[in-house]
C-alpha cells in the first residue's frame, strides 16, 4: 500500500481528506505542522506528499523545501508534492510554480479530481 | 505545473472587519457573519446581471445555513468565494467559503437557496433561462467538495 503524507493544520480538511484516501487505498499519515512533517520523512517511507501553504511556524513551501533538501542529501528518490491553498495570492503562486511542484490546489476543490491528481502523480492512474 | 481550472471558477467577494462589526470583546458576530453572506450575494447579482433585472424580478430566501469556524477581528481581510450548487428548474443554491485573506484559514461555510419571482404577477422564473450564465460559470457539485455545506 502506498503513503501519503497530507501536512494540514485545519481539522476540517484532514479528516475529510483522509477519509477520502483510505477508502481510494492509501496509507495516510498526517503531519499538523512543516517540523512535524520533516521528522516523518526521515523515518518513513513517503510516496507523495500532500501540504497546505498556509500553516504556521513553517509554511508549505519551506517545508517542501526542506524535504527536498534532506531527500537530495540522502541521495533519495524526489517526493512528487501537491500544494493546497485557501486563496489565490500572487506572490504565493509565483512562489509554488518556482519550486515546480506536480499540482496546486485551491480549496474548496473537488474531491474526484484530487483523486485523480493523487493516482497521476503516484504513478496509479489507469 | 498544472492548475485544476474548475477550482478557480467563483465568484470572490472582499471585506474588511470594520471596528463597527465587532462586539465588546473584539469579534466579529455571528449576525454580522450572515450579512457578510447576503453583502456578497449581493455583489455578485449586482456586478453580473445586466439590464432591469433587478427591476422586474426579486429573490425569494428559501433556505441560509452557515457553520461559524473562526473568529474575526477589526481589520481582518475576508475573502468570500461564492459558487453556484444543485441549479434546478425554479430554484438554485449558492455555497460560501468564507476564509482569511492573510492565513488562509477557513472563517464559515454558508449557503442559501434562492427562487427568482417577476415582479410583474408573481410567477416563479425559471433559473437556467433568467441567470443560467451568471451561475453555470461557477457551478460545483457540491457533492464532491472537500467541505460540506
Redesign the interface.
Known sequence: MKTILLIDDEDLVIKSIEKLLHKVGYKVIVCRCGFEAIECTQKENIDLIICDIRMPNLSGVDTIKKIREMTKQKKGKRIPEILMTGYADQAVNAEAERLEVSDYLYKPFDLRAFVASVKKHIGDAE | ????A???KEFVYKYVVMLSDVDQFKHMSFANHLKLMFLATDALFVSCLKGDFLEKNRFKLLDSRMQF?KQTTAGDQI?I?I?SSEIATARFSLIY?F???G????VNLGRQTYEIISRNGGFKRVVSEVIGPVLNPIQ??EN?????Y
Open positions: 505545473m498544472e492548475y485544476f474548475h477550482s478557480q469556524k475573502l468565494k459558487n467559503t476564509i482569511m485573506e492565513s488562509g484559514d477557513l460545483v457539485d464532491h467538495l472537500l467541505y460540506k
